[in-house]
């Protein structure tokens, strides 16, 4: 193996929860620094480590990369050279299965789920593993929306990252057709390969899933297929409100919401707000730590 490096930041839950966050939201990142987030130990779930790998020793720009994630809560960052060692097979260590509701998401670590839907995700540039709260979340509430009888032909999962809840959407519902997009050209590739891994089909017919890079709504194949009868958006609670109205114009009448990446609080309630306004009511809500994930429902007479 050739020589890799590994950068650590230790920091409270909620501080590595918010890096890994704002990661999602950074446009252009050097697609050689693989990061991931995990807790130090069960016994101690507040203690956090923020890990980076990276093929070469890393200089003042990968270090100063991952110290920007942290904002105002600059922890002590450390490096490492890792002898002989597969850097990208290190950076999924920690990163346990996850069961949420029907679905079993893996690493190639780990070995399927005879019982359950299964998902091989290995760690990648993009956001979406299924490790954090808010993705594990909206796996259960999209397991919960299939419970509740919805019928889905037309789906769309906006901010994808690794295509996982598009995945989910078509496993629940195999003869919808969905859209997914991401405003980060990395996840292009990334998608590609774990559609091949998980044997799903990329295509534009029902029963597959296309794969397009757009700022939030702005493409025309997402607004030529619309309007969907549910919408996923696992991204940050100002991009949600920001595009309230947009989804409002995409959703149809009656058609569902899934929105998460928002704090339970004060975020949860800017979003709640900026929804109802858009012509949007609540129909579920659960918590996942302190992150909200909400199922929102169109109202017929559209306000």
């Known amino acids: 193996m050739s020589e890799s490096w590994k950068l650590t930041a230790r920091a409270p839950k909620r501080v590595v929860q918010a890096a890994l966050l704002a990661h999602d939201d950074i446009e252009e990142w050097d697609p050689e620094l693989v990061i991931a987030g995990r807790e130090l130990a069960e016994e101690r779930p507040e203690d956090w480590v923020l890990e980076g790998w990276y093929p070469r020793k890393p200089g003042k720009d990968q270090i100063g990369a991952l110290a920007k994630l942290f904002a105002d809560d600059q922890p002590d960052i450390s490096i490492e050279r890792l002898e002989d060692e597969d850097w990208v097979a290190l950076s999924q260590q920690g990163a346990e299965p996850i069961r949420a509701g029907p679905f079993y998401v893996r690493t190639p670590a780990h070995e399927p789920d005879p019982d359950a839907m299964n998902f091989l995700i290995p760690a990648a540039l993009a956001f979406g593993t299924g490790q954090h709260q808010t993705t594990t979340g909206c796996l259960e509430m999209l397991a919960r929306l299939k419970r509740s009888g919805l019928r889905v032909r037309d789906a769309a999962d906006i901010g994808t990252g690794t295509g996982l809840l598009g995945f989910a959407t078509l496993a629940l519902w195999p003869r919808a057709r969905i859209t997914a997009s991401d405003i980060d050209p990395v996840c292009a ?60 114009a995409a959703v149809q009448r009656g058609g569902s919401l899934v929105l998460s990446g928002l704090l339970a609080g004060e975020q949860e309630g800017k979003v709640r707000r900026a929804y109802r306004r858009a012509g949007f009511r609540l129909v579920e809500r659960m918590q996942r730590d302190d992150w909200a994930i909400l199922w929102l429902r169109r109202r017929a007479n559209g306000r």
């Not at 091949?196 to 295509?203: D, E, P, S, T, W």
């Not at 700022?215 to 194949?221: A, E, K, R, S, V």
């Open 189 to 248: 590739p990334v998608i590609e390969e774990n559609a091949r891994l998980n044997a799903i089909q990329l295509g534009a017919k029902p029963g597959m899933m296309t794969m397009v890079i757009a700022d939030g709504m702005n493409d025309p194949l997402i607004e030529v297929r619309a309007p969907y009868d549910l919408l996923v958006a696992n991204i940050l609670a100002g991009p949600l409100i920001d595009l309230a109205r947009d989804f409002a």
